[in-house]
C-alpha cells in the first residue's frame, strides 16, 4: 500500500518515531456535510489512566486468547497481554501494524469482514469506540456473523461505542435529522480520515445506542449481557454472549448455499435471518 493510502498508518508511525506525546501529530477528520475535528494520534498510545471507563472495564473483563478488531498502535493489545491474555491483533492499516508489532503485539493485517486465518478466540474486542467498525444497520449484521465464524463456545465480544444522542449540538442533531430522512440510522457517519498529503476513501461509521445495538443483535448469534456507561463522555461497553456457534458464513441448505455476500442486493439482517431459519430446517425440508 503506498503511504498516501495509509495516512493513519503514517500518523501512527511519524508518532511513534519521534516518542508519543500529546498535541504534537494531528488528523483531520472530515464528515459529508463538511462538518471537520481534529484528533490527537497520541490517543493512540495513551495509557488506561487517561482511558474513558468503559475502555478499562474491557480491557479487564478480556480473558484467554483475545483477537482485538483494529489495534492500531497496540494500546488495549499490550494491556491485556500483561493481564496473562494471549492476543492477536488485526488492523487494515499496514503502518498501525508495523507500530503495534514493534510494541511488542502479535499484529497482522485484516479487518472485522476479513480477520483473516487467525483461529479462534475466547474474546472478541472493538476497543477505542470500534463498534463503529458496524458500519450501518445493513453491514453490521454480516460483520457480527463474520466475528462468530472466529468465536469459541461461550465467547464474549467486548465493545466499546458511543451514543450518538449524548449530544444536545444542533449540527449533530441536524445530520442525525438527515440521516432519518435517508433512511439510516441517525448515527451512521459518512466521513475520510486526512493527514499530510494523505487522504482516505469515504467509509461508514456507525454510532449506536446500546437500545439500537439490542435490536441490531436480535438477527445475529450475539445477544447483549452487560452495559457500562460512562454518561459524561457517552462512551459505553457492551459485553455479548454468543449464544450459538456460527460455522462459515455460507450455509448448506437443503437445495442451496445462502451467502451474505452473493445478495448485496439483499437486506442483510432480512437474509441473516433466512440463513438462520434454513440452517435450522432438517436436510430435505421446505422449498428448494
Known amino acids: 500500500m503506498d503511504a498516501r493510502d495509509d495516512g493513519f498508518g503514517q500518523l501512527l508511525l511519524d508518532c511513534w518515531s519521534a516518542g508519543p506525546r500529546p498535541h504534537t501529530f494531528l488528523q483531520v477528520i472530515e464528515r459529508d456535510d463538511g462538518f471537520v475535528s481534529v484528533e490527537d494520534a497520541y490517543r493512540y498510545f495513551s495509557v488506561p489512566e487517561e482511558w474513558v471507563e468503559p475502555e478499562r472495564a474491557a480491557v479487564l473483563r478480556a480473558r484467554g486468547r483475545v483477537l482485538d478488531v483494529g489495534c492500531a498502535a497496540g494500546r488495549h493489545a499490550t494491556v491485556m497481554t500483561e493481564q496473562g491474555c494471549e492476543v492477536v491483533g488485526i488492523d ?3 503502518g498501525a501494524v508495523k507500530v503495534a508489532a514493534e510494541r511488542g503485539v502479535d499484529a ?3 479487518t472485522i469482514l476479513d480477520p483473516g486465518d487467525v483461529g479462534t478466540f475466547d474474546a472478541i474486542a472493538l476497543l ?6 458496524l458500519g450501518s444497520r445493513r453491514r ?8 462468530a465464524t472466529v468465536a ?9 461505542g458511543h451514543d450518538p444522542y449524548a449530544t444536545d449540538d444542533p449540527v449533530h442533531l441536524a445530520y442525525h435529522e438527515h440521516n432519518r430522512w435517508r433512511g439510516l440510522l441517525p448515527g451512521q457517519i459518512h466521513m475520510r480520515l486526512r493527514y499530510k498529503d494523505a487522504m482516505s ?6 454510532l449506536l445506542s446500546p437500545a439500537e445495538l439490542t435490536r ?3 438477527v445475529t448469534p450475539w445477544r447483549l449481557a452487560d ?3 460512562d454518561r459524561e463522555t457517552g462512551f459505553y461497553l457492551a459485553e455479548m454472549t454468543l449464544a450459538r456457534q456460527v460455522d462459515v458464513l455460507e450455509h448448506a441448505c437443503a437445495a442451496a448455499c445462502v451467502s451474505v455476500h452473493d445478495y448485496p442486493w439483499m437486506d442483510c439482517q432480512a437474509l441473516a435471518a433466512e440463513i438462520d431459519v434454513r440452517r435450522r430446517r432438517p436436510r430435505g425440508d421446505g422449498p428448494p
Do not use: Q
Open 128 to 133: 477505542g469506540g470500534n463498534l463503529g467498525l
Open 92 to 94: 487494515p492499516s499496514p
Open 140 to 147: 453490521s449484521t454480516v460483520a457480527l456473523y463474520r466475528l
Open 227 to 229: 452495559v457500562v456507561a
Open 152 to 160: 469459541r463456545p461461550g465467547a464474549r465480544l467486548l465493545a466499546v
Open 201 to 206: 476513501e469515504w467509509f461508514d461509521r456507525l
Open 108 to 110: 497482522r493485517p485484516g
Open 216 to 218: 441490531l443483535l436480535a
